[in-house]
T-cell receptor
C-alpha cells in the first residue's frame, strides 16, 4: 500500500533553474496539499487542491505553481529556483478538507545553490 | 504571523517520564486540533486529534488536553519510551478552509 508517493527524494538545482516535484496518492482522496518544512518554522502550506480541477494558494505561494493533473496527481513547479526555496517539500492528501487525517509523503529535499 | 505557537522547541526526558508539549492558537475559528509525529527522513504522521467540544482525549499513552477559553492545547506522553524520540507538531484547522496550520515543532529525546 503506497499511500502518498513523491519524486524525486533529493534534488540540487542551480539558481534560476526550473523543476517539477511530482506527487501521487492511491487512496482516492479528494484533497491534496503541498507544504514546505524549514527548521524552526514547522510546515507551511504552499498550495492546496480541495478537489480535482481546483487549486488555491496557501500561506507561502510566491515562486510556485501547481497542477492537479487528475484525482491522483498533484505537481508543484518551481519556474526559477532561488536559494530561499531550499527546503524539504511534503505532499499530503486527505479524504475531506480539514478535519480528517492528512497522509504525508516522505518528502523531497531540495537544495538551490 | 504564526497562528499556532508551540513550546518547547526541544525536550529531553528520561525513560518512563512524562513528556509535555504545549500549543497556543489565536484564531477562534479553528475547530480541529491534531498532533503529528515525525521521525527523521519521514513525513509527519497523525498521532492523535481533538475537536473543541471535548476537553481531553486519550489514546494509549498519549493524551491531548484542550482549554478552549485559554486557546491552548497540550500533548502529554505518559511512560515515555526511547522509541517516542521524534519531532512533534501541533496543528489547527478550520474545516471550511481545508488548511492545516502547524506549530514550529518540538524535538523530543527520550533517554534510555
Amino acid at each position: 500500500n503506497a499511500g502518498v508517493t513523491q519524486t524525486p527524494k533529493f534534488q540540487v538545482l542551480k539558481t534560476g533553474q526550473s523543476m517539477t516535484l511530482q506527487c501521487a496518492q492511491d487512496m482516492n482522496h479528494n484533497s491534496m496539499y503541498w507544504y514546505r518544512q524549514d527548521p524552526g518554522m514547522g510546515l507551511r502550506l504552499i498550495y492546496y487542491s480541495a478537489s480535482e480541477g481546483t487549486t488555491d494558494k496557501g500561506e507561502v505561494p510566491n515562486g510556485y505553481n501547481v497542477s492537479r493533473l487528475n484525482k491522483r496527481e498533484f505537481s508543484l513547479r518551481l519556474e526559477s529556483a532561488a536559494p530561499s526555496q531550499t527546503s524539504v517539500y511534503f505532499c499530503a492528501s486527505s479524504e475531506v478538507r480539514g478535519n480528517t487525517e492528512a497522509f504525508f509523503g516522505q518528502g523531497t529535499r531540495l537544495t538551490v545553490v | 504571523q504564526q497562528q499556532v505557537k508551540q513550546s518547547p522547541q526541544s525536550l529531553i526526558v528520561q525513560k518512563g517520564g512524562i513528556s509535555i508539549i504545549n500549543c497556543a492558537y489565536e484564531n477562534t475559528a479553528f475547530d480541529y486540533f491534531p498532533w503529528y509525529q515525525q521521525f527523521p527522513g519521514k513525513g509527519p504522521a497523525l498521532l492523535i486529534a481533538i475537536r473543541p467540544d471535548v476537553s481531553e482525549k486519550k489514546e494509549g499513552r498519549f493524551t491531548i488536553s484542550f482549554n478552549k477559553s485559554a486557546k491552548q492545547f497540550s500533548l502529554h506522553i505518559m511512560d515515555s519510551q526511547p522509541g517516542d524520540s521524534a519531532t512533534y507538531f501541533c496543528a489547527a484547522s478550520i474545516y471550511s478552509s481545508g488548511q492545516l496550520t502547524f506549530g514550529s515543532g518540538t524535538q523530543l529525546t527520550v533517554l534510555p
